[in-house]
């Protein structure tokens, strides 16, 4: 199981590691629903939550000490790839070689890119295969290799790929967001999400979702600001209201912010909910 792999892999005692130069959010696959970009230290009891969603069998205590081996972690989720994950900390050579092996349910293959050679893990009794391209790099996912190639091709002097992304979307998920109270999410393609968000069917002829989660008073819910961009800007006062009548009864605030842009703050949400976005 992921569990008992990440348990051996993460809680073994090193050194830091180096972290790779590397654009995570360019590894995680194109065309999905929602991404997030999450600064670890700020939100470690939940992603801590996350993994415990995520993973059956794993033990709080085991997802805290994971969690704390983790500083910064990129998120895709919403298609038939199910959830992927990019993420960077330290990650030890030798519990990675002792933790994947057959014994433990774990089949190696090795693929050669242009640069390196990489060693792929597919469980034998889960869906999810991973692959660490260096040491302070982690890609987890139900199809790792696509990942690994994109990684390989970044170290061979590629440029990181915005594909779907406006440049000042990408730019505002990419940005490093560490040591700042807010988990940044876009959704750069939102048709598809807009029924889980709003839980309405309609489509109100949005463009992009971007915005930040933080932490609401209530520790059982979070609170979310966002920012919808419209198609077309004549419609921006009717699509403003088709969204207040989307998130009723959510108390939040709606109101149009720019000539394409509509603002929503005060937006609560469970964290439970939100992690149902993720498909878990």
Not at 65 to 91: C, E, F, H, Q, W
Request: aromatic content about 8%; overall charge neutral.
């Amino acid at each position: 199981m992921l569990g008992a792999l990440t348990l051996s892999v993460l809680l073994a005692s090193c050194a830091s590691l180096p972290r790779a130069e590397v654009d995570l959010l360019s590894l995680l696959p194109a065309d999905e629903a929602l991404y997030l970009h999450v600064p670890v230290r700020s939100y470690e009891d939940v992603v801590t939550s996350l993994l415990l969603q995520a993973v059956p069998g794993l033990s709080e205590k085991d997802g805290v000490r994971i969690v704390k081996r983790t500083d910064d972690l990129y998120l895709s989720a919403g298609s038939r790839n199910g959830v992927s994950l990019a993420s960077s900390g330290s990650y030890p050579k030798a519990a990675i070689k002792a933790a994947l092996s057959e014994k433990n349910g774990w089949k190696a293959k090795t693929i050669h890119g242009s640069v390196a050679e990489y060693t792929l893990y597919n469980s034998i009794s889960s869906p999810f295969s991973l692959s660490f391209p260096e040491l302070g790099v982690a890609c987890i996912s139900e199809n790792v290799e696509p990942m690994v190639r994109t990684y390989d091709a970044l170290l061979g002097g590629a440029h990181a790929s915005s594909d779907g992304f406006s440049e000042s979307l990408y730019a505002y998920l990419a940005e490093n967001v560490s040591g700042k109270e807010e988990i940044r999410f876009a959704c750069p393609n939102p048709q598809s999400f807009t029924k889980l968000l709003f839980g309405s069917k309609q489509n109100i002829g949005l463009t992009a979702i971007s915005g930040s989660i933080s932490r609401s008073k209530n520790e059982q819910n979070c609170a979310l600001s966002l920012l919808l961009e419209v198609s077309d800007p004549r419609t921006i006062k009717a699509t403003a209201a088709l969204v207040k009548l989307a998130i009723f009864p959510v108390a939040a605030q709606v109101r149009i912010a720019g000539e394409r842009t509509i603002e929503i703050t005060e937006y609560t949400m469970s964290w439970k909910k939100l992690y149902s976005l993720f498909g878990i």
